[in-house]
């Protein structure tokens, strides 16, 4: 049967009805003991003519708080969140893992950065009533309240901040504060990672001095071995680490950080989305550097013409595993971020892969389709498997913004929740979606933030932090981009609470529905779209269709009026119309 192959028509936005539960942040200024007195950020020196966000009076956007090198690791924000579970196999309440971004942004910055986890204590508490949400956090100062004033706080109520529906009145501070429990570092003691050419990881080459001497006796990974986006836990001995410079994923312990296994390598596709022997690769992939070089500590990256000339097939430096998911029957599915810089693009795909991949032993199983981003929407920021489920997950993508306090519409922002269900695909392998969250329009009855508004806005650049936590509510969370953390170029005297959305901070959000469990139905078996022929990309060739379509041309049989459309897959010099049809 002949389908029409077009890009998947975009969600529909009829957002079921929610409400914020409440506000935390991760102070920068809370440096874990293990990395005080560590250096880093030798690649974040202050160049000539830069300037810092107070030095430039504010005036653009990104503007850096502060120079480099520093005698601490600072936080960088995190990049997923995940549940932590003991080691009988239980999930700890109000504990979960966030793993930490690269460092700095890439490769050529980041090689002292040591990449972590960060055991986060995040007190949600949930009852068994699910529309009667309570959030208890550690308190934070409250810089600004409109409300009448509260009872000053005892030390026995300082530690918690309750959510009531504003019960008898009841007002609460802004922003809580969350709890660093553990610092587990990535590291590879048994020799696991290693590049085909035989490149090792950064610290056997080289690092900053005398303070990372503990680290490389323990081989910890660093940003210029990984840029780590993506974390699935199995349980406390086991998950699975998705990074986006190969891109590829590598199994660690989930308790001590360290590496159980090679990394592996993403497949590339054929145009039926079969494995074809290939693999991806980008600029800030190893394995185009020679030993020599990376000794002299010369080759961070490289021009993305050497990746092209190799037998790689070249993706974007910053187009990795953002997305990753341990599902319900222990498989894990992964979401590369964005085509961006990567050949991929060229092809036509109507989104980005999703792949099917087998938790232990590591394996790439199969292609399960595309993702198609909504409009003006550009990456995948994180991803939540709905718990209890096989197939259906929650995604959240974002844009590439804002430009300055100044732009008209800040770049498109858009940040929103989508959820899908692997199993229901267009015509064009693109997933079925319907859209239940808009970042930049969160519901506030309550006015949980004090600001007098029902209305709140998520708004980050990179919010890759997502996961449910139960039928009705999810934690969302950011990644800070240090010390590019002023995204808008803004003061404190106009932003009061400043130094919380410039630290990484948490949005706890609820449903009126329980709208995240497994038996809610958001999507329909038979909700497919029914492109129109006239929709299908035109093409004179096979090579010119996406992945799982063919060139199929309508011959023209006989003289005007009377014609019969017969299907070819050769074009012809008599036919008409050729499209790129799905069998």
Known sequence: MLSIASVAALA?????????????????ADVPEIFQGVTSGSAKARQSGQQTCAESNFASAWCDTEFGPWNYVPSVGFSDIEFY???????????????????????????????????????????????APALLLTHTRNRRNLHAPSPTPTPETLSQV???FRHGGSTFPAYATTESKNIILLHDPDKHIKWEGGQDIQVTYGTPDASWDTFKSLRVLTGRDFDVEGLAVKNHTYAIVGDELMPALFPIDASTGKV????????????????????????????????????????MAVDT??????????????????????????????????????????????????????????????????????????????????????????VAERA???????????????NRLCMIDT??????????????????????????????????AFSQWTTEQLIIVSDNCLVAGTDTNFPGVNQFGLTSAEAPYLQEVSDTRFMVVCFDEPVLSADFVHIHPHAATAPKLSDAMDCSGDEHCPVGTMCMCVNQKGSVPTRMPLFSALPQQDQGVCKCLAM
């Open 12 to 28: 529909q936005y009829d957002y079921p009805a929610h409400y914020l539960v409440g506000l935390a942040n991760y102070p920068n």
């Open 85 to 131: 579970y003991d080691a009988d196999g239980n999930k700890v309440a109000d504990e979960f893992l966030c793993l930490t971004d690269n460092g700095f942004g890439s490769s050529t910055n980041s090689y002292d950065y040591p990449l972590h986890i960060n055991h986060q204590k995040i007190k949600v508490r949930l009852p068994s009533r699910a529309f």
């Open 162 to 164: 309750p959510f009531t």
């Open 260 to 299: 159980l296994g090679p990394m592996v390598r993403t497949p590339d596709i054929d145009t039926e989305g079969n494995f074809n022997g290939k693999f991806l690769s980008s600029a800030g992939d190893k394995v185009h550097c020679s030993i020599a070089s990376l000794q002299a500590n010369e080759c």
């Open 305 to 394: 013409s050497v990746v092209d000339a190799s037998d790689y097939v070249r993706h974007g430096t910053s187009g990795g595993y953002e997305g990753l998911a341990m599902m319900a029957d222990g498989s894990v599915t992964a979401f590369l971020e964005r085509n961006t810089g990567s050949t991929l693009a060229a092809r036509g795909e109507p989104g980005v892969r999703v792949f099917h991949v087998q938790s232990d032993p590591l394996k790439f199983e199969s292609f399960l389709g595309f993702y198609a981003h909504e409009k003006g929407a550009c990456c995948i920021a994180d991803i939540s498997p709905v718990p209890g489920s096989n197939t259906k997950l929650l």
């Open 400 to 414: 590439d913004w804002p430009n300055s306090k100044y732009a008209l519409t800040q770049g498109q922002p858009n």
């Open 423 to 456: 199993s229901i695909r267009n015509a064009d392998m693109t997933f079925v979606k319907k859209c239940i969250l808009n970042y930049q329009h969160v519901s506030d009855p309550f006015d949980v933030d004090g600001d007098g508004l029902t209305t709140t």
